[in-house]
């Protein structure tokens, strides 16, 4: 293990002398990861030893040579002190977890003690107020956030070393926990430089924390974890630490201790600097530092630290060098260990603490200001749009290759990343991630061209606003009245560049609606407000049975927005029943040769295609399961119509044969065809291609897709044979399950189409003790009956053809 890491430095110093130090900085930045893999292969001891360290140091001056070509292509703008002085004080976090872990308590309790609120007020509170971060009306009576909501304060942190203090600069978003808003969740963790991910001390991991692990890991966001509710009968922080191991599949360990359990839960043991921290005072707010740990937990707190210690030796290189050497590190060291590996997205420090009883909240802020990157430290990477333009970035989909520099004097980049109807107009939501944001002015929108001015600018603070003149990169602010979409870049006109689309998952749930009575203009405002706001909430109109069709992640998101039409527009409707979006795909390969032909007198038309059709697995890097591949040799279609082909067959996507649904799963391979001289036309193609992909799809054994869903059901242990016997009732299969002191989960995979209704079966089958959540898995095949009488449904629908 020595003379591996000795043998890595080795090469590693050796590349780095073998470029100039242009290309070393520019190298360190663009291709750590690369070099690393050389290196490791390189450092092997094996007989081929000189021949690989001279391959790894060609490859090394490769990657170098290209960084430095991509340095020339993209001229940054270093930082000045300046920055990196108000840079080095500054965190942007989000606060994000499974239902009812405590998230919008935890944010509370943070803005309390950094002084951003006077008072502290409980999500479900009896004095009518609510939480600060909890704004809407819906969010305070149903005890749940609903959209994510951002905020900033200021927090004086104590240096563990000297006792020094300085000032930190937090933006926080707070998320929603429910699997049916994941798109606040989903847009947050885009902008965000690091997150508090907050699991509850006796559920522990649950299904919509793998959610948030897998949009942390998406966005590459490194988190904290927070085990929170430790005053709970039952809690058990071991076991959470073991779950972020095991199913988060994350190194972590535990930095804190708990000093008292359940309702003795008093304070922490902070095991990096070794020291007893204790909450005090009113709501907690006086925090009282021993160095003298407490007989009951040392030896305890002891072996947490070693564990600490062993696991910080398998993610980081200077720490396992000590415990090579059986040398002990000290508190600097580990606190620095801790922080390189976090923000290297190796390693989450797991702090421990109860909201509700304002304990542990202190330390954790500190553990934000120590261990979390700073908006420098993130790297973030966009696209130059000139090079699709020239041809050089084919797509716009194309890998971001263009390193941005949180530098004020840089040329403007910013993010629009939620848009919001206010009091005022259109709210639009901006992280700036190089250049300053000034008010009044020009900015341009990447993707429409357009020049727009910024006539105000402000802080966000829940629901509340501050006027600020300049907004400086790295920071999160909010614009009046400039006219945009969700995702859309700003610049200030010198530069084209664009930042990547955030992932929007399909809707799973459709219901119509209608207004009740006659409909007015608010109906149709409304949903256009709501579509723009939420791009997981869709509207369409039924053709055959000309309906208003609403589709969302889940039966709660499409409730919420019916009942905000209800209170913001004055609009009462009536919905009918949940449908379930099914889809349809095909299990072999056909080939087709159409012919379409009409003649009408004078120009007639005519198209010819042929090629094959086949089933398509989703693409990993792009999530796409349908593709159009044109392979025409010999230019039998003239490549004009070729387009028309494509979109003939994506139209003949939206509406399969078997159920009317949409086709998914499906490749295009067009090889061959004929075109006449006359009546030949775009028209005619697209018809062609979509009465080809008709015919063949009939050929190709098509099949009926259902949604499933990951179903979560906690309940008390004495109704463990109810819930499981409800689940099999209803098709489900269960996949894991877990036991604990009065209580069990259950975890099954059950299709969308059953689940309706289950939340009322639940409740009378455990006297309402028992809840559940869930989320979209995937999309796979119905049962046979159950689409026989799918596609009985739908040719009941269609038009009888007269004979």
């Known amino acids: 293990m020595l003379l591996r890491r000795a043998l890595f430095r080795t090469c590693r110093a050796k590349s780095l002398r073998l470029t100039g130090p242009a290309a070393v900085s520019s190298w360190q930045q663009l291709a750590p990861r690369t070099v690393a893999a050389q290196c490791q292969r390189t450092a092997t001891p094996t007989t081929g030893f000189v021949s690989r360290r001279m391959a790894s140091t060609a490859a090394a001056e490769t990657v170098a040579e290209e960084a430095a070509e991509a340095a020339e292509a993209a001229p940054t703008v270093p930082l000045t002190d300046a920055d990196r002085q108000r840079l080095n004080f500054q965190r942007n976090i989000g606060v994000s977890a499974h239902i009812d872990s405590g998230k919008t308590t935890l944010t509370e309790r943070i803005?309390?003690?950094?002084?951003?609120?006077?008072?502290?007020?409980?999500?479900?509170?009896?004095?009518?107020?609510?939480?600060?971060?909890?704004?809407?009306?819906?969010?305070?009576?149903?005890?749940?956030?609903?959209?994510?909501?951002?905020?900033?304060?200021?927090?004086?942190?104590?240096?563990?070393?000297?006792?020094?203090?300085?000032?930190?600069?937090?933006n926080i978003i707070d998320t929603p926990g429910h699997v049916d808003f994941t798109i606040e969740v989903e847009r947050a963790l885009r902008v965000l430089d690091g997150a508090i991910l907050v699991l509850c001390a006796v559920a522990g991991v649950q299904s919509q924390t793998t959610t948030v692990d897998r949009q942390m890991r998406r966005y590459g966001v490194p988190r904290i974890s927070f085990v929170n509710k430790m005053d709970r009968p039952g809690a058990n922080p071991w076991r959470i630490v073991q779950q972020i191991r095991s199913k988060l599949r994350i190194p972590a360990a535990a930095v804190q201790v708990p000093i008292g359990t359940e309702d003795q839960f008093r304070g922490v043991v902070d095991l990096v600097h070794w020291r007893a921290i204790y909450n005090e005072g009113h709501k907690g707010s006086d925090v009282v530092i021993s160095q003298e740990i407490p007989a009951e937990v040392l030896e305890l707190a002891t072996q947490k630290r070693q564990e600490l210690i062993e696991q910080l030796a398998e993610v980081d290189e200077e720490i396992g060098d000590l415990v090579l050497l059986d040398e002990t590190p000290s508190n600097v060291q580990i606190a620095e260990a801790v922080r390189r590996s976090t923000i290297g997205l190796k390693f989450s420090p797991v702090?421990?603490?109860?909201?509700?009883?304002?304990?542990?909240?202190?330390?954790?802020?500190?553990?934000v200001c120590d261990y979390m990157p700073n908006p420098s430290e993130k790297e973030v990477l966009a696209i130059d749009m000139k090079n699709a333009a020239t041809g050089t970035n084919t797509s716009a989909s194309a890998t971001p290759d263009v390193p941005l520099v949180p530098a004020a004097a840089a040329p403007l980049v910013g993010l629009a990343f939620k848009l919001e109807e206010g009091r005022f107009g259109q709210l639009t939501y901006m992280r700036v991630y190089q250049g300053t944001l000034k008010k009044s002015m020009q900015i341009w929108n990447v993707r429409t061209g357009k020049k727009v001015k910024v006539p105000r600018l402000v802080k966000m603070h829940s629901n509340e606003m501050e006027e600020v003149d300049a907004i400086g990169p790295g920071e999160i602010c909010a614009m009046f009245g400039v006219e945009c979409s969700s995702g859309d870049t700003f610049t200030d006109g010198t530069t084209q560049y664009s930042m990547t689309n955030m992932f929007v998952p399909d809707p799973v749930i459709s219901l119509s609606i209608k207004p009740k009575g006659n409909e007015t203009p608010n109906f149709s405002r409304a949903l256009n407000r709501f579509q723009k706001e939420d791009p997981t909430f869709k509207v369409h109109i039924d053709h055959e049975s000309k309906e208003t069709i609403i589709s969302g992640m889940g039966e709660l998101h499409l409730e919420i927005y019916v009942e905000r039409m209800r209170r913001e527009y004055n609009t009462d409707c009536v919905t009918g029943k949940p449908r379930v979006a099914f889809r349809e795909t095909i299990t072999r390969r056909a080939e087709f040769t159409y012919t379409h032909k009409k003649q009408t007198g004078g120009a007639g038309q005519y198209a010819k295609v042929s090629g094959f059709i086949e089933p398509m697995e989703v693409d990993p890097e792009?999530?796409?399961?349908?593709?159009?591949?044109?392979?025409?040799?010999?230019?039998?279609?003239?490549?004009?119509?070729i387009p028309a082909i494509e979109k003939g067959f994506y139209e003949a996507l939206e509406k399969g044969t078997l159920s009317g649904n949409a086709i998914s799963g499906v490749r295009f391979v067009l090889k061959d065809g004929a075109f006449h001289a006359v009546d030949s036309s775009e028209l005619a193609f697209r018809l062609a291609a979509i009465g080809a992909f008709r015919e063949a799809f009939k050929l190709a054994a098509p099949i009926i897709l259902e949604p499933v869903m990951t179903v979560e059901v906690v309940a008390p242990g004495e109704f463990q044979s109810q819930v499981i016997g409800g689940l099999n009732t209803r098709r489900g299969t269960i996949v894991d399950s877990e036991v604990r002191d009065d209580e069990f989960t259950a975890v099954a995979e059950v299709a969308l189409n059953e689940m309706f209704g289950y939340s009322n079966q639940l409740r009378g089958s455990t006297q309402g003790k028992g809840e559940f959540s869930m989320e979209y898995k995937l999309h796979q095949p119905v049962l046979p009956n159950l689409q026989k009488d799918l596609e009985e449904a739908y040719r009941k629908t269609l038009p009888q053809v007269k004979k």
């Not at 009306?137 to 020094?164: N, P, V």
């Open 351 to 367: 702090f421990m603490g109860s909201a509700i009883k304002n304990t542990g909240i202190q330390p954790l802020l500190d553990g």
């Open 622 to 641: 792009t999530g796409k399961d349908i593709a159009f591949e044109n392979v025409v040799m010999g230019g039998n279609i003239p490549s004009n119509f």
């Open 111 to 170: 803005l309390f003690y950094t002084g951003r609120i006077r008072e502290i007020h409980e999500v479900r509170g009896r004095d009518s107020v609510g939480a600060k971060m909890d704004s809407m009306d819906l969010e305070r009576e149903k005890g749940i956030t609903i959209q994510s909501a951002a905020t900033f304060c200021d927090w004086e942190a104590t240096d563990a070393i000297d006792g020094s203090k300085q000032r930190y600069a937090i």
